[in-house]
């Protein structure tokens, strides 16, 4: 369903999130750096050499968010939308094309040096619950991995259609940092 | 499948068969059967859990690899929890460690040599390719039996940090390559047997030589031991200083007299000694004006009350000549000994004399001088003696240590 101005519009059917073994799900919640959220939506990504989840989060203070979770790391993501970021960033990574191979480009943003660790393409195999916009399954995407010195990343993904550009800022944490409850029961396991 | 939808790798216990998951589901069969690790033989087995501070591991693969230059082997068990992620612990010549990957970068300073890693300084310590050689178990990547990777280990123990390039199959490192990072952790043999709750003889291999990142036992002790050799070397200095403040070093009696060769082996009274403080040490030096010949006396101090004495028996002799190599000399006409401790009393101070002029029938002329309460030095030096020994051990293995770690790295400090 897609929330228009005047009532819902249904757009199609996407396939059921395949069981994986997360301890996340909709209605979990947390805190990070002293903010409580709850996770509201989830689109799992898939790609060459394996899958990762993007936790949809609302947090008490108003803000939307991701908390993304690959091979157990995690990170609390923002998206960045003001147009002199973006232009700076498509600038600062020489964007000329939609598609490329960005690794160990560097970029600073507010005094931090990123580097590119990580590009693939990726598209969304399942998604589930309250999600930011439209996204359509079996889409790809072209996904920008980058880190700093600290805790601090960036992952951007450029549409390699239209070569639209969406950046998320934000660091990486700890499962513990979050302190998550509502979690999902996983048989055999509990929660440090 | 222990961790579903995370891992993407398959390897059978039974054929070795590699079957991989599908970007958009189904599976494959990726590698045929391959005589593979015989999963029965794992140190610790596929399902096997261990917890290492607080956080529970279930052992879900393993991968064995080698150093294709150096030929040396070792086995990397992937580890998983669903909350936590996934670590690795090494086991290499019956030593363990256990990696985190780090997705922080390391700051480099212009020198890939020597990463700081959240403050901790590194050291390179070897660069080479691996190659993996067996695998076990499901993995959260596609494994490949034969898939080289170059690594750099930079140590700081007990910690290692490593680099590693995946699918490496160039002579030097692309700086347009991807690259992992991992932080490596020493665990010590009791602490794996303790997380997995076996006993240290499940581990079949013995730990040999000394482990690239294993923590210095002597250099920690070190500092501490030559902190306490310092403390107690003060401690027994301004004891040695206050006993010697205390000492009244009194004189009691100065005889000199000869002695014929007819008192030979009798008893001969020198005097009377009095003693005033609780306890203490009496010295007595004699002198003999002996030329290549010897006087033996026996000193001894009886109480008059008759419930206390002291023997001394003091040889003197004094030899000289000369040789093809020129003059030489032993010995001295002058012996000075230490007894007691006597109590306050009044002794009677007899001596017992044998010499070698009462052989010609000459007399010996001998002079005693005896004092109470006299300062002693020899004990300090050989008490800080002592006391020395236990650091400069320690140090001394410390160092052998550092060298035998180091032995095997072609970037060793030691090397000229």
Avoid at chain 2, 219 to 234: E, H, I, Q
Avoid at chain 2, 391 to 410: C, G, I, N, Q, T
């Amino acid at each position: 369903l897609i929330r228009k101005d005047d009532g819902y519009d249904t757009t199609g059917h996407t396939s059921l999130v395949a069981d994986d073994y997360t301890p996340y799900q909709i209605g979990s919640e947390g805190w990070y750096q002293g903010v409580h959220f709850g996770v509201i939506g989830r689109v799992r990504m898939a790609w060459s050499d394996g899958f990762w989840n993007e936790w949809h989060l609302f947090f008490d203070d108003g803000r939307f968010g991701w908390l993304a979770e690959a091979q157990g790391q995690l990170a609390i993501l923002f998206e960045e939308r003001s147009p002199e970021f973006l232009d700076y960033f498509r600038e600062a990574m020489k964007f000329s094309k939609s598609k490329g191979c960005f690794l160990n480009t560097e970029i600073f943003i507010e005094q931090i040096e990123y580097i590119c660790r990580d590009t693939k393409v990726a598209s969304c195999i399942a998604l589930e619950g309250e999600l930011p916009q439209f996204i359509r399954q079996h889409e790809q995407r072209v996904c920008v991995d980058m880190s700093s010195l600290m805790s601090r990343c960036v992952t951007a993904e450029i549409d390699p259609v239209c070569g639209s550009l969406r950046v998320f800022t934000g660091e990486y944490v700890s499962f513990k940092d979050l302190r998550t409850y509502n979690l999902r029961e996983l048989e055999g396991w509990r929660p440090r | 499948v222990r961790a579903y939808g995370i891992s993407i790798s398959f390897v059978c216990e039974s054929c070795g068969g590699i079957i991989e998951a599908g970007e958009r589901g189904g599976a494959r069969l990726a590698h045929a059967a391959k005589k593979g690790f015989d999963g029965s033989g794992l140190v610790f087995p596929l399902g096997s859990r261990g917890t290492f501070d607080d956080i529970e591991w279930e052992v879900i693969g393993c991968m064995r690899r080698k150093d294709v230059d150096w030929k040396f082997y070792w086995d990397e068990y992937l580890l998983f929890n669903p909350y936590e992620g996934f670590r690795f612990l090494i086991n290499s010549n019956g030593h363990f460690a256990l990696a985190t990957m780090r997705a922080s970068l390391p700051d480099l300073r212009g020198s890939a040599s020597a990463p700081l890693v959240d403050g901790v300084d590194f050291k390179l310590y070897h660069r080479g390719v691996s190659v993996v050689v067996e695998v076990v178990g499901e993995f959260y990547w596609r494994v490949k039996i034969g898939e080289r990777t170059g690594y750099a280990d930079h140590i700081a123990p007990p910690l290692c940090f490593t680099l590693e390039v995946p699918n490496f199959d160039k002579d030097s490192i692309d700086p347009q390559h991807e690259m992992n990072y991992s932080l490596v952790s020493y665990i010590e043999r009791a602490e794996v047997c303790e997380a997995f709750g076996i006993s240290s003889s499940s581990l079949s291999q013995s730990q040999s030589g000394v482990f690239p990142f294993q923590p210095n036992h002597y250099k920690r002790a070190a500092p501490l031991m030559w902190l306490w050799f310092v403390v107690a070397a003060f401690t027994l200095f301004f004891l040695q200083v206050s006993l010697v403040a205390n000492c009244e070093s009194y004189g009691l009696l100065n005889v000199a007299r000869d002695i014929s060769p007819t008192e030979r082996d009798q008893e001969i009274t020198l005097g009377e000694v009095t003693l005033t403080k609780p306890l203490q040490n009496i010295e007595i030096r004699s002198h003999a004006p002996v030329s290549n010949s010897w006087v033996e006396v026996e000193y001894e101090l009886e109480s008059l009350t008759g419930d206390e004495s002291a023997w001394i028996s003091q040889p003197i002799e004094y030899y000289f000549g000369r040789d093809s190599d020129g003059a030489w000399s032993e010995g001295s006409q002058s012996t000075t000994s230490l007894g007691g401790p006597l109590s306050a009393k009044t002794y009677k101070v007899l001596a017992t004399v044998d010499a070698q002029s009462f052989l010609a029938g000459n007399p010996t002329p001998l002079t005693v001088s005896i004092r109470a309460d006299v300062p002693v030095y020899g004990n300090l030096a050989i008490c800080i003696f002592l006391l020395l020994i236990p650091p400069v051990l320690v140090s001394l293995m410390s160092s052998k240590f550092e060298r035998d770690r180091w032995a095997e790295s072609d970037f060793s400090p030691y090397d000229d």
